[in-house]
């Protein structure tokens, strides 16, 4: 279950909105709260419809609001779409996260340099990556364009803490014994 946003930031989105739209915003959505410091029922819809935005993100939202010039209130679903695209950036198409799903299989490097965007990340967890690997490009992005949908509707995880740390293939300490090897190979042989 995506987290709720708390009723103070609610009642903050309901002041910033009421600073950008004024008449506009309050004559449409009222008060965020009915005086004795419970939400509305309109502010406890957007805090479920916002669950899972962060509060980075809803800065972000508001400043595409307030220098893009948007004239009236965006509904729920607007800002909540605003708020995910600003929030990570730039979002990926598809085909983007295809192209870079299937070429991860590398272990070298963070996870934030191999899939270069946490939605591609978020993606991978939710699918099978040999699947994917194997599958026909058409199968694949069958695969991939449910995912992505929910995702962009629910939104999704910034970067692990460990998603900046480098990566590297675990070294073997222990010298090969090309002899002891192909002698354990013809004991093995000798055995069928």
């Known amino acids: 279950m995506l987290a709720e946003l708390s009723d103070k930031v609610i009642c903050h989105i309901w002041q910033r909105m009421a600073t950008i739209y ?12 009915d005086g004795d410091g419970y939400l509305t029922d309109a502010s406890k819809t957007w ?17 595409v609001l307030i220098f893009k010039k948007h004239e009236w209130p965006p509904s729920l679903p607007e800002f909540r779409s ?3 695209a600003q929030g990570f950036g730039s ?3 598809v085909d983007e996260v295809m192209a ?3 070429r ?13 965007n946490p939605l591609i990340f978020a993606i991978s967890q939710k699918i099978d990556m040999h ?12 695969m991939i364009k449910p995912v992505y949908d929910k995702l962009l509707e629910t939104g999704w995880q910034e970067w692990p803490e460990h998603a900046f740390i480098e990566q590297r293939a ?22 069928l």
């Not at 004024?22 to 449409?28: D, E, I, M, P, Q």
């Not at 991860?104 to 270069?116: D, H, I, N, P, T």
């Not at 675990?170 to 055995?191: D, Q, V, W, Y």
Request: net charge positive; aromatic share 4%.
């Open 104 to 116: 991860v299989s590398s272990k070298q490097g963070s996870l934030a340099e191999r899939y270069e």
């Open 91 to 93: 979002i990926p198409t």
């Open 22 to 33: 004024g008449y506009k915003w309050a004559s449409h959505m009222g008060m965020a709260d």
């Open 100 to 102: 870079i799903l299937v």
């Open 131 to 142: 699947g994917l690997r194997t599958a026909k490009t058409v199968d694949a992005k069958r």
């Open 47 to 63: 805090q479920k419809g916002l669950a899972g935005i962060t509060v980075a993100q809803i800065k972000c939202g508001f400043d």
């Open 82 to 84: 605003i708020c995910i």
């Open 170 to 191: 675990i070294s073997s300490s222990k010298e090969r014994n090309k002899s002891a090897g192909l002698a354990a190979l013809r004991l093995i042989k000798g055995s």
